[in-house]
């Protein structure tokens, strides 16, 4: 069946390190691809999406890009901020069916000045 | 914008009392949803519901019952709450229309069961 499989944390990080967060997915046909955020306290919302192979989503300097031949949707971000401290999940909907999404089990980045 | 509105932020309830957690959107969505998150577990379908009055169990529906007499509106019921539904439960909405559309979250609601 169709599930995402992401890095597992805790990361901890100095301020302006590079950041990679992995993520990989099992689904059949094109699925949207989606990273999301968790600030303390709240929740989920939209980083990026990627809808179709090749494609580069990005927002706030995070970047991901859909990578089809080898199942991945990586975040990554050059320079981090203490502000970028938050959980992230990645996250698809399959191309075949219109309403479910599959979640990764969120990563946890902590970013110390 | 798309506004999901979860009516508490913290609950804290007792053993054994009904806990109805409330979810209300603003943009006539169709699809809406209850996860539930939990250290470790990332997030776990409760039940979502895809048109009035219709409604679908998720990964674990045990426990809990769901509401949808409006379409803006998606209940989730604790009919005996118990300790181990202590958590925080997330409401999302989508509209199924966007081929790649994303789903809505509200801010959540921390329940503490005692």
């Known amino acids: 069946g169709d599930s995402v499989t992401q890095m597992e944390g805790p990361v901890t990080l100095s301020e302006e390190a590079f950041l990679t967060i992995n993520c990989t997915y099992t689904a059949t046909g094109y699925p949207s691809l989606f990273w999301y955020v968790q600030y303390p306290g709240e929740g989920l919302q939209l980083l990026l999406k990627?809808?179709?192979?090749?494609d580069k989503g990005s927002n706030k300097g995070f970047e991901a890009t859909y990578r089809k031949e080898t199942t991945s949707f990586h975040l990554e971000k050059g320079s981090v901020q203490v502000s970028d401290s938050a959980v992230y999940f990645c996250a698809l909907r399959p191309s075949n069916t219109g309403n479910q999404f599959y979640f990764g089990t969120g990563t946890s980045l902590t970013v110390i000045p | 914008d798309v506004k999901v509105t979860q009516s508490s932020r913290y609950l804290v309830k007792r053993t054994g009392e009904k806990v109805f957690l409330e979810c209300v959107q603003d943009?006539?969505?169709?699809?809406m949803f209850w996860y539930r998150q939990d250290p470790g577990l990332g997030l776990r379908l409760i039940y979502f519901s895809y048109d009035v009055k219709m409604k679908e169990k998720g990964d674990i529906p045990e426990g809990y019952s769901v509401s949808r007499e409006k379409k803006e509106r998606f209940s989730l019921i604790l009919e005996s709450a118990s300790t181990n539904q202590t958590s925080m439960y997330l409401c999302?909405?989508?509209?199924?229309?966007?081929?790649?559309?994303?789903?809505?979250f509200g801010e959540g609601s921390r329940l503490t069961v005692l």
């Open positions: 999302a909405s989508f509209f199924s229309g966007r081929i790649h559309g994303e789903l809505f």
């Open positions: 990627a809808t179709k192979a090749d």
């Open positions: 943009m006539d969505h169709e699809n």
